[in-house]
Nanobody, 127 residues
Framework: QSQVVESGGGWVQPGGSLRLSCVAS????????VGWFRQAPGKERENISC????????HYADSVKGRFTISKDNAKNTVYLEMNNLKPEDTAIYHC????????????????????WGQGTQVTVAS
């Protein structure tokens, strides 16, 4: 069964850091772009970052630019989201999704037809 599974969420104080992982099984991420999304209670889902299949091109939403870093280890079939200087407004469920899109470059706005979605991992930023 092909799937992606997120991990690494938890509770952290404002200013703290977390690293999320998105592990794929049943398919190779070498050929897939991967996006990270989040959804807070009562809010719409927000795309916050994505990375190309080659891992050489990335995109970030303004809300996380300069604080979050996405990276890809195709050998481990894993994408990471390093989150620093976390704020209470970063509290949400974080999902990763994989899109069958083989390219050096990300699509504008990370607008892909995503093939696989994970269940999500909760991130809570509070004192």
């Amino acid at each position: 069964q092909s799937q992606v599974v997120e991990s690494g969420g938890g509770w952290v104080q404002p200013g703290g850091s977390l690293r999320l992982s998105c592990v794929a099984s049943g398919f190779r991420l070498d050929y897939y772009a991967v996006g990270w999304f989040r959804q807070a209670p009562g809010k719409e889902r927000e795309n916050i970052s994505c990375i190309s299949s080659h891992g050489s091109s990335t995109h970030y939403a303004d809300s996380v630019k300069g604080r979050f870093t996405i990276s890809k280890d195709n050998a481990k079939n894993t994408v990471y989201l390093e989150m620093n200087n976390l704020k209470p407004e970063d509290t949400a469920i974080y999902h990763c999704a994989a899109a069958d899109y083989y390219s050096n470059y990300v699509r504008r706005g990370c607008l892909y037809r995503y093939d696989y979605w994970g269940q999500g991992t909760q991130v809570t930023v509070a004192s």
